[in-house]
């Protein structure tokens, strides 16, 4: 249970960024949540549950922030081909999932259950 809380804040984060970015080049609600619920499911397990205890906040949050730029641009590529705007849509999405992602590994790093068990890290 100690994981639902991050995973559900980052797929709330990436929804928002991601529909009001993609929205615009004709995608689907549906379609753009699909794509939110990969890119969080990829940057938990690799960005927070591995690179963030080994190399800290610093790297996990560059580490989000590439996912989601490449996860972007590989969802939009092939339905408008690399230009500019698409670049720069994946470019703005992943620089404020990078934002929030700093924020949310501190909540992950410094999070201790109530109950007096040991935090997520050591």
């Not at 080994?54 to 590529?77: H, M, P, Q, S, Y």
Request: with cysteine.
């Amino acid at each position: 249970m100690q994981h639902v809380k991050p995973v559900l804040v980052k797929f709330v984060i990436y929804s928002i960024l991601i529909t009001l970015v993609l929205l615009f080049y004709g995608y689907s609600i549906a379609s753009l949540l699909v794509l939110s619920a990969i890119l969080v499911v990829v940057t938990y397990f690799l960005g927070d549950m591995i690179v963030l205890p080994l190399k800290g906040n610093w790297i996990a949050t560059l580490v989000d922030v590439a996912i989601v730029f490449l996860g972007v641009l590989i969802w939009t590529v092939p339905s408008y081909g690399l230009y500019f705007s698409v670049i720069g849509g994946a470019l703005f999405v992943a620089f404020i999932v990078g934002v929030c992602e700093w924020f949310i590994h501190i909540y992950i790093i410094g999070r201790v259950d109530r109950d007096g068990r040991e935090p997520l890290y050591d």
